[in-house]
Structure formats: C-alpha cells, structure tokens
C-alpha cells in the first residue's frame, strides 16, 4: 500500500519561499499522480497543484496565482512543492495524496492516499 509523508513545512516570512517534498513508500509512483492540497483553519480543504508521474503533465489551482512549481524527483520517488512569493493568506496544513490522474475538477474523492499534513505558516 502507498504510504506518503510531507517534509519541508514551516514558518517564512511574507514574499519568502518555501520547499515542500512528498515521500513514498510501499508503492512505485510511475502509476500514480500527486497531487498538493491545503486546509486553512475554517475553510475547506483546496487543490494547490498536481503532476502526472508518467509523463510529467502538471495542474494548478487558482490560489497559485504563477507563484508556485511541482516537480517529481529524478528517481520518481518523491515530488516537491516550491512555493514563492508566500502571501499570509498561504498559511495552512499542506497534504499531499495520489490518485491515477490529476482531475480538472480537483475532486478529493479520486485521489486513495493521503499523506497526515505539514504545517506552512507565513507570517512576520
């Protein structure tokens, strides 16, 4: 069964950056997609963005806004999240979770596994 884990959180500063990684085990990621979701305090959990493992194609959510990259690892076992220009409004948990394909609608019910969440937080 794929199990994955998020590293890289933290507290940045207003227009800092931060690298986020998503580790897998038990499973090899070439079949899957990874996908970064993020969950404010009160607000529901939202799509931030997604790569296809086998051939590299990626999906965004609106709350990018161009600000953030996802990439996969040369030896496709982890993705990371780059994320630049980090607004206060970015502060959340950040969870990452595969599923066989990035779905345009960002449903939560396509992806199967679901990494515990890392804390970003962004603030002066």
């Known amino acids: 069964q794929l199990q994955l884990r998020e590293s890289g959180g933290g507290l940045v500063q207003p227009g800092g950056s931060l690298g986020l990684s998503c580790s897998a085990s038990?499973?090899?990621?070439?079949?899957?997609?990874i996908g970064w979701f993020r969950q404010a305090p009160g607000k529901a959990r939202e799509g931030v963005a997604c790569i296809r493992m086998k051939n590299g194609h990626t999906e965004f959510g609106g709350v990018t806004k161009g600000r953030f990259t996802i990439s996969a690892n040369s030896a496709k076992t982890g993705v990371d999240l780059q994320m630049n220009s980090l607004e206060v409004e970015d502060t959340a948990v950040y969870f990452c979770?595969?599923?066989?394909?990035?779905?345009?609608?960002?449903?939560?019910?396509?992806?199967?596994?679901w990494g515990q969440g890392i804390q970003v937080t962004v603030s002066t």
């Open positions: 038990g499973s090899m990621l070439e079949h899957y997609a």
């Open positions: 979770a595969a599923a066989y394909y990035c779905p345009s609608s960002w449903a939560q019910d396509e992806f199967l596994y």
